[in-house]
């Protein structure tokens, strides 16, 4: 392709999808955001029908099992052979192609970073099942994103390492031969002005991560050697930048860059052929035109929320990964209690003594039955599984009453004896999710989460003020109660109120419904059998917070005076009383 | 895929690593790494901060680093012929130890690993094919004498972070499971690294890293550009830019040895003792481990900087890694051990 016309920003989607079929490995993926769908299914067409013919294209389910995403024993082919047989993953299988991960936003932050691993190394390390293997796995990952909130989103540990994040939307894409730039790849250069250019760019968009930078190098040398020319320009590095850092811009550069710069007109390649180092414009020039580039492509939303200076919210939306379907349990935790018959399904351990000791009484017989065949005759029926016992993780709710009333009284003591609270769950390792009710909603501060790190900052940015909507706090606490207990885990929930509520659920304002609607609410948490504790917050007992606890089935306590280690052990029986 | 299991120990095509000595900024981290060549009983390295500020790189890198050890001829678990108190059972009954020259085992723990590799387990392959009982030892026997590394280590799952406790308590590892009764020895330096963000690390864990080491994403544009220019040349031409760093990385690996062979003549004088002790006492760490850990690192500090006895000034350089992690922490202080550090050395040497 010899015609230079840089490619407008719409058609950026489609040449990410060229980009990466040109060097998969060091793009290392896209996260391609958006319902499945024609666009979707169109992109991924684009980036296949790109890659030479043969690629691996491997697409991982959600909740994949280590023994098929790492590889582990084939356990048939083992028994039938009676040796060691080994059996590679999706991973080791895809080595040199592409991974498809579906539904990533749900991804289990453990298969992230096990993803995120072989990403680092190009190869998938096998330690299990007796088995000790490194297999090559040079794969690119293309994470199919369905998220439809800022909080469900690729986790950050996997995204962070895949270059690109698309939206596919109508894709133009012109024939370009992308063999010949696989093979031109390596013999791009790169201007000696692009790479200071590039570093500053990011910084000023608040970029820290150190992979940004290096992605977008990367990005544009593919797209030179997309175009056929031995060196980068402009339009290559303005478009890397679009790609790379657009979607991952925190905050505004400090001072603006000249508002319409017009980017310099292209050279010919035969024009640059000849003079580059003329061509090529000064590191400062470079730096404002990427500004420029990146400025263009960040998204509508998080333009205007960064203008108002709201930097906050684009930094916990950027942090707020592995929303759902965090590590599941498994089935290999707890303390072993003795075998039983069965399949060997993932993650389930086989007890091959006794499986051996089953099949030990029939090995005559069966040698009877066919002369041919392995030393140790083990049929379906001698599997023996260890068996576990577990005690389920927690997942402790709060829920923050942060109306006017509360703030007038001691919101501040509310936070200090959460943060007494959360320092217990560390000890435990429980899972704390935060709940906010003020004004007219709930909102969900923190998703169940062990960083304490985080729910510390959700709640420190906490605002008091407003009315207490209770009703629909206890609404969304019981919606995360139910998640909770769907994952298998023990759910167990904090109120902390002053029992004031004065906001209905649909938004009416007034007392007497608020209460009554509160009282409503209440009934399917009892009901659901949740372990409960309700801690008025209010600077007397309040007799409406007490009637509320009853209607709960909740412990009730007062906090006349803020007395974290209380609260702690009162939160300690309602965990005995959940287990 | 039919792969025996012995045959399928070696590695797949050895990449090569991005050299230690290239590695740009990141002090602390890399002085944390050096220590814990230069004295493993130090007790391990945590590595926690920014994504993509090269954490693993720098372990990976470390290995190829290391001089190479003595170890005993046929040994499964790399037994130090020199020291006859820590054989194996195998090597205490042989007759006589032939001493051969090994590489320094830098060992990956995967997050996917299972409990049978890491602790080693009944050897499938022998069970099904002659039915006998033979131990496969795992990757702590592996990394016996070693380095033991953990990308993620926050990640882990519970039941092996329960069995790397233990083992690193112990430094020995006992095996009792399918029959299967056998102890070795397993004594190996912790390298974990981690981001906090993805979850909080079990305290008994963090307690068994000597040093704890923060790192940050450089902010200063000439860094910045720098870490990509080397990254990206390494890449373009990984054994150019291996031979471009093959006298530095020469020079590192001398400082170690050097260090190594300094280390037992260094010596601390008690007034260092005393300051040490007051400032564990200032910062009210808990147990002797703090003092300790500060100690020895201040030693091997001392040593790679051929110094033959401790000063404040190398206790002042340590205070932060060998402390931070030790205090009687709030956990849901962030940056806080840090401050708590530098102001009490601040307050007792002066600043």
New interface residues.
């Given amino acids: 392709m010899t015609e230079g016309a840089a490619p407008a920003a719409e058609m950026d989607g489609g040449r990410a999808a060229l980009l990466l079929a040109v060097d998969p490995e060091?793009l290392g993926g896209a996260v391609l955001r958006g319902p499945p769908g024609l666009a979707r299914e169109a992109w991924l067409a684009a980036l296949r029908e790109s890659l030479p013919a043969g690629t691996p294209w491997r697409r991982l389910p959600l909740g994949i099992p280590?023994s098929r995403?790492?590889g582990?024993?084939?356990l048939a082919?083992?028994?039938a052979?009676?040796?060691?047989?080994?059996?590679?993953g999706v991973l080791a299988e895809a080595d040199g192609g592409i991974v498809l991960a579906a539904m990533a936003e749900r991804l289990a932050?453990?298969t992230a970073?096990?993803l995120?691993?072989v990403l680092?190394?190009?190869?998938v390390?096998?330690?299990?099942?007796?088995?000790?293997?490194?297999?090559?796995a040079r794969i690119a990952l293309v994470a199919l994103d369905e998220g439809l909130t800022a909080e469900e989103a690729v986790p950050?540990?996997l995204s962070?390492r895949l270059a690109f994040r698309v939206e596919p939307d109508d894709l133009a894409l012109d024939a370009v031969d992308v063999s010949a730039a696989r093979t031109l790849l390596?013999q791009v250069e790169?201007p000696e002005t692009l790479?200071?250019a590039?570093?500053?760019a990011?910084?000023a968009f608040g970029i820290?991560?150190?992979?940004?930078?290096?992605f977008a190098?990367r990005a544009a040398r593919a797209s030179a050697a997309l175009e056929g020319r031995g060196l980068v320009d402009q339009a290559d590095a303005a478009l890397a930048v679009r790609l790379v850092f657009g979607p991952r811009a925190t905050q505004l550069p400090a001072e603006s860059p000249p508002d319409s710069e017009p980017a310099p007109p292209e050279p010919s390649p035969e024009q640059q052929a000849e003079s580059p180092p003329q061509a090529q414009p000064d590191s400062a020039m470079m730096e404002d035109i990427l500004l420029a580039a990146t400025r263009a492509a960040m998204p509508a939303g998080l333009l205007a929320a960064l203008g108002a200076g709201v930097r906050e919210s684009a930094r916990r939306a950027a942090?707020a990964e592995?929303r759902a379907g965090q590590?599941q349990l498994?089935a290999?935790?707890?303390r072993p209690i003795g075998t039983r018959p069965g399949m060997l399904r993932d993650g389930a351990?086989l007890?091959?003594?006794e499986t051996?000791r089953a099949a030990a009484p029939w090995q005559r017989l069966r040698r009877q039955q066919t002369s041919a065949g392995?030393?140790?005759r083990?049929r379906r029926d001698d599997i023996r599984l260890l068996r576990f016992r577990q005690t389920t993780e927690t997942t402790a709710i709060f829920a923050v009453d942060a109306s006017g009333s509360a703030a007038l009284a001691r919101l501040a003591e509310a936070k200090g004896a959460v943060?007494a609270l959360?320092?217990d769950c560390?000890?435990r390792?429980d899972r704390v999710a935060v709940v906010a009710f003020r004004g007219r909603a709930a909102e969900l501060l923190l998703p169940p989460?062990?960083?304490?790190?985080?729910?510390?900052r959700s709640l420190a940015g906490l605002p008091g003020g407003g009315g207490t909507p209770l009703a629909a706090g206890l609404d969304a606490a019981m919606a995360l109660a139910e998640d909770a207990r769907r994952k298998g885990r023990t759910p167990l929930l904090v109120l902390l109120t002053d029992g004031r509520a004065n906001v209905a659920r649909d938004g009416r304002t007034g007392r007497a419904v608020a209460e009554a609607d509160a009282l409503v609410a209440a009934l399917p948490l009892r009901l659901f059998g949740l372990a409960t504790l309700l801690v008025d917050t209010a600077p007397r007992p309040s007799p409406f917070a007490r009637q509320l606890a009853t209607a709960m089935g909740a412990r009730y306590l007062a906090l006349p005076a803020s007395d974290p280690a209380r609260l702690s052990a009162a939160v300690n029986a309602t965990n005995r009383a959940a287990a | 895929?039919?792969?025996?299991?012995t045959a399928?120990?070696s590695?797949?095509?050895s990449?090569p690593v991005f050299p230690f000595a290239a590695i740009v900024a990141q002090e602390e981290m890399k002085l944390a790494l050096l220590i814990a060549a230069v004295d493993a009983s130090v007790g391990g390295v945590l590595v926690f901060g920014?994504?993509?500020?090269?954490k693993?790189t720098a372990v990976?890198a470390l290995a190829a680093l290391l001089p190479p050890m003595r170890a005993v001829a046929g040994c499964r678990f790399g037994c130090d012929p020199g020291r006859v108190a820590e054989l194996c059972d195998a090597c205490r009954d042989s007759a006589e130890l032939v001493a051969i020259s090994v590489p320094v085992p830098v060992v990956?723990?995967?997050?996917?690993?299972?409990?049978?590799?890491?602790a080693g387990?009944?050897?499938?392959?022998r069970?099904?094919?002659?039915?006998e009982k033979a131990f496969?030892p795992?990757?702590l026997a592996r990394a016996h004498r070693g380095f033991l590394y953990i990308?993620?280590v926050n990640?882990l799952?519970?039941?092996l972070v329960d069995l790397l406790l233990d083992v690193a308590a112990s430094g020995e590892n006992v095996v009792e499971r399918?029959?299967i009764s056998i102890r070795h020895p397993a004594r190996f330096v912790l390298v974990g690294s981690g981001?906090?963000?993805?979850?909080?690390l079990?305290?008994q864990l963090l307690d068994r890293f000597g040093l704890s080491v923060e790192v940050r994403?450089?902010?200063d544009?000439a860094t910045?550009?720098e870490?990509?220019?080397r990254?990206?040349s390494f890449?373009?031409d990984p054994a150019a830019f291996l031979a471009h760093w093959d006298a530095e990385a020469e020079a590192v690996r001398e400082r170690i040895l050097a260090a190594r062979a300094l280390l037992p003549a260094v010596v601390v004088a008690d007034a260092v003792l005393e300051d040490a002790a007051r400032l564990c006492m200032a910062l009210g760490t808990d147990g002797l481990r703090g003092e300790l850990t500060l100690l020895r690192t201040a030693r091997a500090l001392a040593a790679l900087e051929g110094d033959a006895a401790v000063g404040v000034a190398h206790l002042r350089r340590v205070a932060a890694p060998a402390l931070r992690h030790r205090l009687r922490r709030?956990?849901?202080d962030?940056a806080v051990a840090t401050t708590r550090v530098d102001r009490a050395v601040a307050e007792l040497f002066g600043s």
């Avoid at chain 1, 052979?81 to 590679?88: D, I, P, Q």
């Avoid at chain 1, 680092?120 to 190869?123: A, C, K, L, Q």
């Avoid at chain 1, 989460?449 to 510390?456: G, V």
């Avoid at chain 2, 981001?195 to 909080?200: F, H, L, Q, S, T």
């Fill in positions: 060091g280590d995403l790492l582990g024993l084939d082919s083992t028994l052979t009676g040796r060691a047989v080994a059996e590679r932050l453990g970073a096990k995120a691993a680092d190394v190009g190869e390390s096998v330690q299990r099942d007796g088995l000790a293997l490194c297999l090559p950050t540990a962070e390596p790169v790479l200071p590039l570093c500053a990011a910084l820290h991560s150190m992979r940004a930078p290096l190098l942090g592995g590590r498994s290999r935790r707890g351990r007890s091959l003594i051996l392995p030393l140790v083990v943060e959360l320092a560390y000890v390792r989460t062990q960083s304490l790190l985080r729910a510390r | 895929m039919d792969i025996g299991t399928a120990r590695r797949a095509a990449r920014d994504r993509g500020t090269g693993s990976r990956d723990l995967p997050l996917g690993a299972t409990e049978d590799r890491v387990a009944l050897d499938i392959e069970a099904l094919a002659h039915g496969e795992g990757l990308d993620e990640l799952e519970d039941h399918e029959g981001n906090p963000e993805e979850g909080e079990r305290p994403t450089p902010t544009l910045r550009v870490v990509i220019k990254r990206d890449e373009r709030n956990p849901l962030e």
